[in-house]
């Protein structure tokens, strides 16, 4: 939700693509259970935003002759982090991660499972060597945090940083 909040209030172009999961997530963690919803918790201004349906596989996002600055998937299941290593390409979300890839621009994912298995480690392994930037939901403590939202925005920092994006949330490290 932040890393959203983050694109729209900045007017970054963002295409957005929920699973079901992803929905289920929404109304477990957050309380919300649809785009009105979503919208109001990310501060409401989407008119830089863009959602999609993530079984149309024939929508926009699904073709490299649409231009993108790349994708994020965040969080990231590990599920679909095996369908995307493996080129399975079930979903919308599947399929534009897979179109990143061989467009050869920035696919960031998410992952936020602990512990790791041993097939989690190998697909991870396999994403990262098609090109993918395997990015944990681990915050860095340096900064010295003192609520959770200083910990989700280093997490955000680091994946608009990815992107190339000119957006500041935290300072960055000084040595």
């Known amino acids: 939700m932040r ?3 983050v694109l729209a209030t ?3 172009p963002t295409w957005l693509l929920i699973s079901a999961h992803g929905w289920r997530l929404l109304a477990e963690e957050c309380g919300i259970k649809d785009e ?12 830089c935003v863009r959602l999609f349906n993530d079984s149309d596989r024939g929508a926009e996002p699904a073709s490299g002759s649409v231009k993108t600055l790349g994708m994020v998937v965040c969080p990231c299941s590990m599920g679909t982090l095996a ?7 079930r979903s919308l979300i599947e399929r534009a991660a897979d179109v990143t890839l061989k467009e050869r ?3 960031v994912l998410v992952p936020r499972e602990t512990p ?5 480690l190998r697909n991870m392994a396999l994403a990262f060597e098609a090109g993918a930037v395997v990015m ?3 915050p860095g403590f340096y900064q010295r945090p003192r609520e959770i939202g200083q910990l989700i925005d280093f997490i955000v920092q680091r994946i608009v940083d990815q992107l190339g994006l000119e ?3 935290i300072k960055p490290w000084q040595g």
């Open 3 to 5: 890393l959203l909040e």
């Open 10 to 12: 900045n007017h970054v």
């Open 36 to 47: 009105a919803g979503l919208k109001q918790a990310t501060g409401g201004d989407w008119g």
């Open 83 to 89: 369908a995307i290593a493996h080129g399975t390409s």
């Open 105 to 107: 621009r920035k696919l």
């Open 116 to 120: 790791l298995s041993l097939l989690h």
């Open 136 to 138: 944990p939901a681990a």
């Open 167 to 169: 957006i500041k949330l």
